[in-house]
């Protein structure tokens, strides 16, 4: 069992910034591929960003060049780094840890991130 938690999500204005982050247990977090997603009210949970054990990255077209997701696997820790944030981007984010060798994925509970004036 992988214990997730996400963590720094909050208001902020359009055009600001916000960086969230994600903690996840176990000793080896550094296999783990990770990935930040969203779910706005309504509307289904989609992928914003992943990054692989190797240090590959895939991002949502809506955020590129906006958002940058990297991870410390000292800390155990994947962030996303969000720029230049509109009231679209308003939504849950939720974390996930995924085990591909055991196809096993884990999510935090999610933090909201509201962008509004």
């Known amino acids: 069992q992988v214990q997730v938690v996400e963590s720094g999500g909050g208001l902020v204005q359009p055009g600001g910034s916000l960086r969230l982050s994600c903690t996840a247990s176990g000793s080896i977090f550094a296999s783990y591929t990770m990935g930040w997603y969203r779910q706005a009210p309504g509307k289904q949970r989609d992928l914003v960003a992943t990054?692989?054990?190797?240090?590959?990255?895939t991002y949502a077209d809506s955020v590129k060049g906006r958002f940058t997701i990297s991870r410390d696997n000292a800390k155990n820790t994947v962030y996303l780094q969000m720029n230049s944030l509109q009231p679209e981007d308003t939504a849950v984010y939720y974390c996930?840890?995924?085990?591909?060798?055991?196809?096993?994925?884990?999510w935090g509970q999610g933090t909201q991130v509201t962008v509004s004036s």
């Open positions: 990054v692989t054990s190797g240090g590959s990255t």
């Open positions: 996930l840890s995924r085990l591909i060798w055991i196809n096993r994925d884990y």
